[in-house]
């Protein structure tokens, strides 16, 4: 049994740092180690989870798939979410989320009717969880949306603070793109894109 980490960065998390160690600290008090850590960028879509389908790719019947809350998975279409529970069903994945403590018998190897239990509660928590997100967009869309109107609105802004870090880690750490990416929470074509940004504006200057 491998325990694997989705790791799903977000505005308040950019980096996944929090909810790793989060995650850590629940595995190693419990006795066990984590395996592999997935990081997915803060803009992922539900057609653009790279590291999702490589901890699919890579896992084997019984291992365990983990997360800091469900709706790291759950903010995806009605669609998706099913094409995701199929995956997870079809390589026997057990999905272990700190949020639901009943999902804690992963590590114990649940019985068959606890774990369709689990499994409904996941599937009830999931809705609620994936209705918040779509309210929210609408929120999102409807204050842009006045914005705009009122002449206020001006785009998404660039991360500076990021971008400072991706140099940094390109520049000083000499890490590579890939190690990059993972510490920054972009892809490795973001980090190409804004190394040429900033290599651009220094010829400017």
């Excluded at 980096?15 to 419990?30: K, Q």
């Excluded at 960028?41 to 389908?53: Q, V």
């Excluded at 099913?82 to 272990?96: C, E, F, K, P, T």
């Amino acid at each position: 049994m491998f325990i694997r980490a989705y790791l799903k960065a977000t505005a308040e998390d950019p980096y996944g740092d929090s909810a790793r160690d989060t995650l850590e600290e629940f595995v190693r008090a419990r006795g066990h180690r984590i395996a592999s850590y997935y990081r997915e960028s803060s803009n992922a879509t539900s057609t653009d989870r790279p590291e999702l389908g490589r901890l699919l790719a890579e896992s084997q019947p019984g291992d365990i798939l983990l997360v800091d809350r469900i709706d790291r998975l759950v903010h995806l279409s009605s669609h998706d979410w099913a094409l995701l529970q199929n995956q997870v069903g079809q390589q026997d994945l057990r999905i272990l989320s700190l949020d639901l403590p009943t999902s804690w018998q992963a590590f114990d190897g649940a019985p068959a009717v606890a774990g369709a239990m689990n499994m409904l509660l996941l599937e009830v928590m999931a809705a609620l969880a994936h209705k918040e997100w779509l309210d929210l967009r609408l929120r999102q869309k409807a204050g842009i949306a006045r914005a705009q109107k009122a002449g206020k609105y001006r785009g998404k802004q660039a991360d500076r603070e990021r971008h400072q870090k991706v140099l940094y880690y390109r520049q000083e750490k000499k890490m590579s793109i890939q190690e990059t990416a993972e510490a920054t929470g972009y892809s490795p074509s973001q980090v190409c894109r804004i190394q040429a940004l900033y290599r651009q504006a220094d010829k400017k200057g």
